[in-house]
């Protein structure tokens, strides 16, 4: 068992190294970024055509919020390729495991992240931003230098537990051949006829990639709380 071990560890390390981490930070970026315009589009007080607008973001938080992860993935990576249009998409739209992979899971944690970002956001009680529109400030401004630095604050639990969620959810690439971690488990495990110690050790694997997360996540809700106490000391 030793000697499967140590032999198998570096490989699913390495695949960590190469493909798990990076899909996970990439797409959490990307999406952290999307959820920010969709929290921001939905809070929107603007009406007339912009609420078009608002309707497609809706409409975009409600389909990845409602549908399971790994289908989101099969339509990505499988079903696009057969979206034919005449004299547009003759041969559809192909993209390889590891963008596809990223499109999927900027997506999907941009719908979820979205949601924590704008009840962070209404979370703020209305009176400051009255009091700062006493005082001549625009919303735009109100949102940057008071609204948002509060939000982040409140949103940074959840998340830190969405991006930890998304790590784990990674192992979902090796259902469209992405070789991260568990993909090379498998792999590893068709080799040597031993699923339960390949799956287990891949398993620990996460588990410590996720607890060193966790400490991240504890360390990081400390400095911004500790910078808030500050700031009410003051």
Not at 166 to 173: F, G, Q, Y
């Amino acid at each position: 068992m030793w000697d499967i071990i140590t032999s198998s560890l570096p490989q699913i390390l390495a695949a960590g190294v190469k493909f798990t981490i990076p899909l996970a930070l990439i797409s959490f970026a990307i999406g952290l970024a999307l959820a920010l315009v969709t929290a921001l589009v939905r809070i929107s007080h603007r009406g007339g055509a912009f609420s078009i607008i608002k309707g497609i973001f809706r409409f975009y938080v409600w389909l990845f919020r409602s549908t399971p992860l790994l289908v989101q993935l099969f339509i990505v990576y499988f079903g696009l390729p057969y979206l034919r249009i005449p004299g547009v998409l003759e041969n559809g739209i192909k993209f390889s495991p590891f963008i596809a992979g990223i499109i999927t899971f900027s997506l999907n944690t941009g719908a979820y992240a979205s949601e924590t970002i704008r009840a962070s956001i209404s979370s703020v009680p209305n009176g400051q931003w009255e009091a700062a529109s006493s005082i001549g400030m625009t919303r735009g401004q109100t949102l940057r230098r008071i609204v948002l630095p509060q939000a982040f604050r409140i949103s940074v639990p959840p998340l830190a537990n969405s991006f930890i969620s998304l790590v784990k959810d990674t192992s979902l690439a090796a259902s469209i051949t992405i070789v991260e971690m568990f993909e090379v488990s498998q792999q590893i495990a068709a080799q040597n006829y031993q699923p339960l110690i390949m799956y287990t050790l891949v398993a620990v694997v996460y588990a410590v990639f996720c607890s060193i997360l966790t400490f991240g996540q504890g360390y990081l809700e400390k400095k911004t709380n500790k910078h808030l106490d500050q700031t009410e000391g003051e």
